[in-house]
């Protein structure tokens, strides 16, 4: 058995083998339920690890002609946009 300390705002760190052995990520949830004095988690949902290349290919222009990131003023972007503050 690990002890963790719990900090001013509750939360602990669950110790690095559990959460390889049962998965748990950023992003999981638990569930957390008392049984008599002792807290129970369940791992509830995991999600599974992303990287940014598995988004290529998502957004695609369609204006014709190539465009690079240097052709973008983003000064002039915002000015073309209706101010809608109040």
């Known amino acids: 058995m690990r002890t963790v300390t719990v900090s001013d705002k509750g939360q602990v760190v669950i110790p690095v083998e559990i959460r390889r052995r049962l998965g748990i990520t950023p992003g999981c949830q638990l569930d957390f339920s008392l049984e008599g004095h ?3 988690a369940e ?3 995991q999600v599974t690890p992303t990287i940014a290349e598995d988004g290529f290919g998502m957004l695609v222009c369609r ?5 690079r990131l240097a052709d973008f003023d983003v000064a002039l972007a915002m000015r073309e946009t209706k101010d809608d503050r109040p």
């Not at 204006?63 to 465009?67: E, I, S, T």
């Open 43 to 45: 791992v509830k949902r």
């Open 63 to 67: 204006r014709p002609g190539k465009r």
């Open 38 to 40: 002792v807290i129970r």
